[in-house]
């Protein structure tokens, strides 16, 4: 996805329509799924094989507080580019504990 579309993206968790995952040259991945302590294994064999033209993907991730992360995943691993803002929704549905719902 382009540049606008990443941005639109992690602002509010979704894209105004389908083209916008066509829009640029970004991958950005929705889900990971992986058994355990494998996610390091999974995105280690995803980028070699099913993505071997990318140089790196991005995805949010949950923190344990619910919080959104956008994580970088290149061949030599993952790393935290930013934590997310809390939208207006999330802050009315902060529970007693205060962890954020998942959007």
């Given amino acids: 996805m382009n540049d606008e579309s990443k941005e639109f993206y992690f602002k509010y968790g979704l894209l105004p329509n ?22 390091k294994a999974v995105f280690e064999d995803s980028m070699e094989k099913l993505f071997k033209d990318e140089k790196e993907a991005f995805m949010i991730r949950p923190s344990p507080s619910g919080r959104r992360r956008v994580v970088r995943i290149t061949r030599s691993g993952a790393e935290l580019v930013e934590v997310l803002p809390v939208t207006k929704s999330q802050q009315g549905q902060a529970d007693e504990e205060g962890t954020i719902p998942l959007a």
């Fill in 18 to 39: 389908i083209e916008a995952w066509r829009s640029g040259d970004q991958l950005l991945l929705l889900n990971v799924v992986a058994n355990g302590g494998m996610i």
